[in-house]
């Protein structure tokens, strides 16, 4: 043959593909969940997470400050709530002295460089396991919202860099950019779950906070995994309201979103690769199915392919590892 065009010349060599490999993932991409619980000294693995935790305060700590000279540069955090403090209002999401508060003062003390986040949501504080306050049956739009804003003024007083709306309420983002600046924290972000999805891959999370919903499901908030460009009006919504990045939840069952809504944004986009996606490559890498670090590497890079800038990743210290 006498081709024109032969394309495997530059597959040839480790070398060649280096020189032309056009997504590369880095440390600055990933953004790592932390489970906080109450205690000390407490580490408990979480049973459909297989070598992921849930540590109290001052085990965080010390993980943080790893994390951190492993080039991580920023922390998503959940907390574990007990279940005395839970209740429809989820008052205990705005206390003070919650878990949540007295973590992001923890670790921006101990490591005051680092970006910290914080999930903003009522599930974990909420006696029915649901991201809003609930009546009969039905979990209202506007008071939860109200509820939030109180939430994320008590995360930006105690520290953090950026709250993480993950509930899905309607107008949420405008609100609590809103309280933000009548409370004087200019400098607080927003990162915002625009498009999340109602999906069966945050099973293993709700084991890690014990917070999977009591009655029903999270249909009526969270997206219908049909549809497409609802992601792109949400996503749309929460820019306009405020948001300083967006997030695509799941990942790797919605890379097509990931990519059409990188392609109308004009703010860094996130996806998360969520428990149960680290589940599944956990489980077949144990059963012998699957190469555990080359579907990590391979899953993290096509994420970043798809659009996203920053991923949330429960991976994020092997893959390190691996690249270094
Ligand atoms: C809470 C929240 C969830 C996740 C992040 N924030 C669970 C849910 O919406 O039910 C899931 C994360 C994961 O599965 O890794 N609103």
């Known amino acids: 043959m006498q081709l ?20 590369i993932i880095k440390p600055a991409d990933f953004i790592v969940p ?30 943080v400050k790893l994390l951190w000279d492993m080039g991580i540069r920023c922390v998503l955090l959940f907390i574990k709530c007990k279940d005395e403090l839970k209740d429809n209002t989820g008052k ?5 002295n919650g878990l949540m508060q007295r973590s992001i003062k923890a670790i921006k003390n101990a490591v005051p460089e680092i970006a910290v986040m914080t999930d903003v949501a009522l599930d974990p504080f909420s006696s029915y396991g649901h991201d809003g ?9 506007d008071e939860t919202v109200e509820a939030l804003v109180k939430m994320s003024i008590s995360h930006a007083e105690a520290g953090c860099d950026f709250v993480a709306p993950s509930d899905m309420m309607d107008g949420r983002i405008g609100a609590i950019r809103t309280g933000l600046e009548e409370a004087g924290y200019t400098k607080t972000g927003i990162m915002s779950y625009s498009a999340k999805y109602a999906s069966c891959f ?3 999370f709700r084991d890690a906070l014990d917070s999977a919903p009591g009655f029903g499901d999270k249909k ?13 009006k949400e996503t749309l919504m929460d820019v306009e309201e405020g948001a300083d990045i967006v997030m695509v939840k799941p990942a790797m069952a ?25 589940a599944m490559i956990k489980a077949a890498a144990k059963m012998g199915w699957l190469h555990e670090e080359k579907a990590i590497l391979e899953s993290l890079t096509s994420i970043k392919r798809a659009g996203a800038d920053l991923i949330a990743t429960y ?6 590892r691996m690249l270094s």
């Open 220 to 232: 009526t908030y969270q997206m219908d995994f049909a549809n497409r460009t609802e992601a792109i």
């Open 4 to 23: 024109q065009r032969r394309n495997r010349i530059l597959r040839q060599s480790p070398a060649i593909r280096a020189m032309v490999a056009e997504t």
């Open 92 to 96: 205990e999401a705005w206390n003070k």
């Open 315 to 320: 991976f994020a210290k092997d893959a390190i």
């Open 133 to 141: 306050i609930v009546k009969d049956e039905e979990i209202l739009n």
């Open 202 to 204: 945050y099973g293993p």
């Open 254 to 278: 919605y890379l097509d979103i990931i990519r059409e809504v990188k392609n109308v944004v004009d703010v860094p986009v996130s996806a998360y690769q969520v428990s149960g996606e680290y």
């Open 34 to 63: 932390l489970f906080i619980d109450e205690g000390e000294n407490i580490k408990t693995e979480i049973a459909s997470m297989p070598g992921y935790y849930r540590m109290s305060i001052d085990l965080t700590v010390k993980e």
